[in-house]
């Protein structure tokens, strides 16, 4: 019978920053004593909420309890850029796309995670700010982003795929900046607030009678005939558990040594003003991905917390899962000058926030699926494309814990295992010097 101490626990550095600008949410309360479920989910993201949902629609009757260590928002679901992408989009390729088959398979999985987190949208009322399918842009600043671009539309002409190529003053229409040379715009990605998104799904799936017990992480899992999943002050015993913590499987005792775990880094600017506005121009919402993966990412939002830019950039691979204040301190002068080189009209605005997201990648860029003990089940390591993914393997685990197959299940669940890593100092070298390398060469991309 499996016994399992919790390892560490979610260390999450700066602030959330997509849930600073909204107002405080209600608390949902931590788990406070023993309680039984039918089912039991931990983690309260985009798989342990796509979980939920999924399992609400097929057991209405059946008692669902969902853990989530931190409050729903500050962990990774509220630390993204808020792109739920459709196409291919792997962040270890030197670009976008790869072979046309392989990518229309993960297109059709991704579309049917947006058509399902659409679903929870419309099902929420969660509004246009939450969830909007408004497509989204490849972005380029140089010659060589120009030919990724081309390159990367020739492939979607390939693959059938939608498409339309918007020049450099197409680009400073949409964005206000004419640091840009070219973009490549895709109709089917959805652009979230993704603090706003998942707080209204949790909001929603309460109301349907799953309960949800915020700041109460499982620092214990065991099973003796029905698992039994403690908390500081409480503990849940249920016949299934689905794990939707990503690259925390490996503290509860699976996949070790198959999970790199990477950091990425954001900043967003305090709120502009009606003069900051003017000067900048461009449309009031938009959402670039650079032409070179390991460049930046810039949106342009415009809600509840004001009209502010969000810049994202730098990786780092940290096995501890941990990074220090002082890491966020110094990837924020890289975001500075990201933001000084694009928007050099909005001198003298400051960045309010800063912050870091935990991603979980395998070596062959699979996901860490499946049944791994009798009644757990784990939906984790989402591969740097946690919107989508998360909410694809959320769903489809639950649907794989009841019993009930598709095509789509056994098409992603025909993927093979995530590899063995090196051992860890390898690891953490050889990951952080190709980071590093790619980083360089993106050159004005980042």
């Known amino acids: 019978m499996g016994a399992t101490t919790v390892s560490r626990l979610p260390v999450d550095p700066g602030p959330a920053a997509w849930n600073e600008i909204l107002p405080p949410p209600a608390p949902a309360g931590a788990l406070d004593g023993p309680t039984t479920a039918d089912w039991l989910i931990v983690g309260g993201g985009f798989a342990g909420l796509a979980a939920a949902r999924r399992l609400a629609q097929l057991y209405p009757g059946d008692r669902i309890v969902l853990l989530e260590a931190r409050r ?47 679903g ?47 020049d450099a003053a197409q680009m400073h229409e949409m964005t206000g900046t004419g640091y840009y040379s ?55 015993t249920a016949p299934r558990v689905i794990l939707a913590v990503n690259g925390h499987a490996e503290s509860f ?18 709120a502009l003003t009606g003069d900051e506005v003017r000067r900048l121009g461009g449309q009031p919402r938009w959402g670039v991905t650079p032409a ?35 890491r966020i301190a110094r990837v924020g002068r890289a975001h500075d000058r990201a933001f000084a080189a694009r928007f050099p009209m909005l001198d003298g605005v400051e960045m309010q926030y800063r912050w870091g997201g935990r991603l979980c990648l ?6 860490a699926l499946g049944e791994v003990e009798e009644g757990l089940f784990s939906a984790c390591c989402q591969n740097g494309l946690g919107t989508a993914k998360g909410t694809l393997h959320g769903m ?24 063995p890593l090196p051992p860890r100092p390898l690891t953490w070298l050889g990951a952080n010097a190709v980071m590093r390398w790619g980083e360089f060469r993106a050159g004005r991309e980042m």
């Not at 976008?96 to 088959?101: F, I």
């Not at 140089?142 to 390939?158: P, Q, S």
């Open 72 to 118: 729903i928002g500050q962990g990774p679901a509220g630390r993204n850029t808020g792109f739920m992408i459709d196409l291919p989009h792997d962040l270890s390729s030197d670009d976008y796309g790869g072979a046309v088959d392989s990518d229309r398979a993960q297109t059709r999985a991704n579309r049917a995670a947006i058509d399902f987190a659409a």
């Open 120 to 166: 929870m949208a419309a099902e929420f009322e969660l509004g246009d700010e939450a969830f909007t399918r408004s497509g989204k842009t490849n972005a380029a600043a140089t010659e060589k982003g120009d030919r990724h671009n081309r390159d990367y539309a020739a492939h979607l002409d390939r693959m059938g795929e939608a498409h339309a190529w918007l």
């Open 182 to 236: 070219s973009g490549v715009h895709t109709p089917g990605t959805a652009m979230i607030q993704p603090a706003l998104f998942v707080r209204g799904v949790a909001a929603g799936l309460a109301s349907n009678r799953v309960r949800i017990h915020e700041d109460s992480p499982v620092v214990r899992l065991a099973r003796h005939g029905d698992w039994v999943a403690e908390t500081p002050t409480g503990r849940v």
């Open 253 to 270: 005792g699976h996949f070790r040594g198959r999970l790199l775990h990477v950091f990425t880094y954001a900043s967003m600017t305090r």
């Open 292 to 326: 070179d993966p390991m460049g930046t990412t810039v949106r342009r939002i415009a809600g509840q917390g004001g009209d502010r830019i969000v810049v994202r950039n730098r990786f780092t691979c940290d096995p501890a899962m941990e990074v220090s204040e002082a």
């Open 362 to 367: 395998s070596r062959n860029g699979v996901p």
């Open 396 to 419: 489809l685990t639950a649907d794989l814990a009841s019993g009930r197959g598709s095509a789509l299940l056994d098409e992603v669940m025909a993927q093979p295992a995530p590899k």
